[in-house]
């Protein structure tokens, strides 16, 4: 497990499928990723076969927050989402990363910036990347804004980098270097 203030990665298993599913079938969800159709089961059992295989170039974690049970006070972990490093290059050193909270209760309450906070450290104490970067459509405010709290700086833009509803839209570049990551 990897430990956030709040929230912890762990590694996917199969039995999160099901909630994949519904939440990459929700149109809210899905409006800012790169998925132009429909998933279904299948889609994901064979996602989760591919991730298993060794080398990877991606690596998948699923997102967990901290309840408390509000009879007994028990704590227990619930998924609200997935991330990932994709790409992983280990010649340039460097990785892409991505993620969802599949769970809308949860967006907006800096989770998003945890979880990136999280995979930043991975990447750069870990995996011993240099650069980590991010793709994310110009009119995702609320991701851009989570990327920047994260302290992702912006690179680059793709310009009708792409296609939605009919329409080009922008595509934004973000990165964060091994050199400002030490600064923080
Ligand atoms: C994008 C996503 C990861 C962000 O995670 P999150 O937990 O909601 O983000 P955070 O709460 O850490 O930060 C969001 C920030 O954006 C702000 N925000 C939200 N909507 C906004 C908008 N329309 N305009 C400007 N700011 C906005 C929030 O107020 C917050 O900033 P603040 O803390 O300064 O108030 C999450 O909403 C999500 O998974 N969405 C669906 C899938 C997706 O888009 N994934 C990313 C693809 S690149």
New binding site residues.
């Given amino acids: 497990m990897i430990y956030g203030e709040r929230i912890r990665l762990r590694r996917n298993e199969r039995s999160d499928i099901p909630k994949f599913v519904e939440w990459l079938n929700d149109p809210e ?5 790169l998925l132009d159709l429909p998933i279904s089961q299948a889609n994901e059992e064979q996602w989760f076969e591919n991730m298993l295989k060794v080398p990877s170039n991606e690596q998948p974690f699923g997102i967990e927050i901290r309840e408390i049970e509000p009879e007994g006070g028990n704590e227990h972990w619930r998924l609200i ?1 997935n991330c990932s490093f994709m790409d992983m290059n280990w010649t340039v050193r460097s990785a892409e990363v ?4 599949g769970e809308k209760t ?9 979880v990136m906070q999280l995979l930043l450290r991975l990447g750069f104490d870990t995996f011993n990347l240099n650069r980590i970067y ?4 110009e009119a ?4 851009i ?2 990327y920047e ?1 994260a302290g992702f700086v912006h690179e680059g833009r793709f310009r009708q980098g792409t296609f939605q509803n009919g329409k080009y839209c922008d595509v934004l570049l973000m990165s964060v270097l091994r050199a400002e990551w030490n600064q923080k």
């Fill in positions: 969800v899905r409006r800012y990723l989402g991505g993620l969802f909270i949860c967006w907006n309450k800096g989770y998003g910036t945890e991010l793709r994310v459509y995702n405010k609320g991701g804004r989570a709290k």
